[in-house]
C-alpha cells in the first residue's frame, strides 16, 4: 500500500510558492495579504490558525491575525468584515470555522467580498464551481485533488465516493470530482447500508470527523483511500481510518492512503497558499 505523502508535497508548493511571491513583490511594490480571523479561544482552531499563520511567514505572505472573544456580537464581526473588504491591501479574508452559537455563520460568509474569499465558501464561489468556472475553490477538497494528481491516480470514469456532505469538505469535494470526470456517490449521516455503497469506492474520500466508522471490511480492494479526519484520541492525532484499529487489514486491501498527519492536512494549508496568491493576482490585474 502507498503512503501518499501531502507533506512533502506541500513543502514543494511552498517552495514555489515563495519564489514566484518574491518575483510578484519586486513586480508589483507589494506582498500579498491574508487575513484571518479567529473568535473565540477553541484549541482546536487556534492551533489551526497557528499553522495558517506560520505557512504565510514562511512563504512571504503578510498575514494579519484578529482574535476576537468568544463574546464578539454578528454585528461587530459583520462590521469588521466590511473594514476588511473595503481595505484596498487586503487580498484575503480568512473567517475561522466554526463560529460561536450566537453568530450566523452564514450571515458571515455571504458578506465577505467573494473575490477576497481565500476559503471559497461564498455562494458566488460555490455556484462558480459548480458551474465548472473560475471559482476560488475550497482548501481541502483543492488539496487532495492535488495530491491524487501529484501522484498520478487516474480519476476520469472511476466511482468516487465520498463520506460526509459538509460546506467545507464533502460537497465542494463531490463537485470537483465529477468535474473531474468521475462517477460520485455522497454519503451522510442518514445513509442506508454505507458498507453496500464504500465497497464500491475506487476513490474513497472520508471526512466524518469520527475514527473507527469506516474499516477494512468497508473498502473496495485496490482502493485509494483519502483520509480527511483529524480526531485526538486519548492525546494523538489519528484520522478517520488511518491509525484506526483496522489499519493491518487496510494496509492489506487498499492500494493507497493519506496518512494523518502527514496527509490532507498540509495539503489543506498549501491550497490556502495558492489561493491567496492566486486572488492576489487577480486583484493586482484588475487594478
Ligand atoms: N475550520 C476547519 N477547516 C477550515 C477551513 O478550511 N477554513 C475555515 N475558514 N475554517 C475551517
Not at 459538509?166 to 460537497?171: A, F, P, T, Y
Not at 491509525?243 to 492489506?252: F, G, P, V
Amino acid at each position: 500500500m502507498k503512503i501518499l505523502n501531502g507533506a512533502a508535497l506541500a513543502k514543494k508548493i511552498k517552495s514555489v510558492l515563495a519564489i514566484e511571491i518574491e518575483y510578484l513583490m519586486k513586480k508589483n511594490g507589494r506582498a500579498p495579504k491574508l487575513c484571518i480571523v479567529l473568535v473565540g479561544d477553541d484549541p482546536a482552531s487556534a492551533s489551526y490558525v497557528k499553522s495558517k499563520q506560520k505557512s504565510c511567514n514562511e512563504i512571504g505572505i503578510l498575514c494579519d491575525l484578529n482574535i476576537l472573544p468568544y463574546s464578539t456580537s454578528q454585528k461587530e464581526l459583520l462590521t469588521l468584515i466590511e473594514t476588511l473588504n473595503n481595505d484596498p491591501d487586503v487580498d484575503g479574508i480568512l473567517v475561522q470555522l466554526p463560529l460561536p452559537k450566537h453568530i450566523d455563520q452564514n450571515a458571515i460568509l455571504h458578506t465577505i467580498d467573494y473575490k477576497k474569499d481565500v476559503d471559497g465558501l461564498h455562494p458566488m464561489n460555490v455556484g462558480l464551481l459548480n458551474q465548472s468556472d473560475d471559482a476560488i475553490i475550497p482548501c481541502t477538497p483543492k488539496g487532495i485533488l492535488s495530491l491524487l494528481r501529484a501522484e498520478d491516480i487516474p480519476i476520469t470514469g472511476k466511482h468516487c465516493v465520498v463520506i460526509g456532505r459538509s460546506n467545507l469538505v464533502g460537497k465542494p469535494m463531490a463537485q470537483l470530482m465529477l468535474r473531474e470526470n468521475a462517477s460520485v456517490t455522497v454519503c451522510h449521516s442518514k445513509t442506508r447500508d454505507l458498507p453496500y455503497l464504500t465497497r464500491q469506492g475506487e476513490i474513497l474520500i472520508i471526512a466524518i470527523g469520527h475514527p473507527n466508522l469506516v474499516n477494512a471490511d468497508m473498502l473496495k480492494e485496490g482502493a485509494v483511500v483519502v483520509d480527511v479526519g483529524i480526531n485526538n484520541v486519548d492525546g494523538k492525532l489519528v484520522g478517520d481510518i488511518y491509525n484506526s484499529i483496522d489499519l493491518t487489514n487496510i494496509e492489506k486491501k487498499a492500494a493507497a492512503i493519506t496518512p494523518v498527519p502527514g496527509g490532507v492536512g498540509p495539503m489543506t494549508i498549501a491550497s490556502l497558499m495558492e489561493n491567496v496568491v492566486e486572488i492576489y493576482k487577480r486583484r493586482v490585474i484588475s487594478d
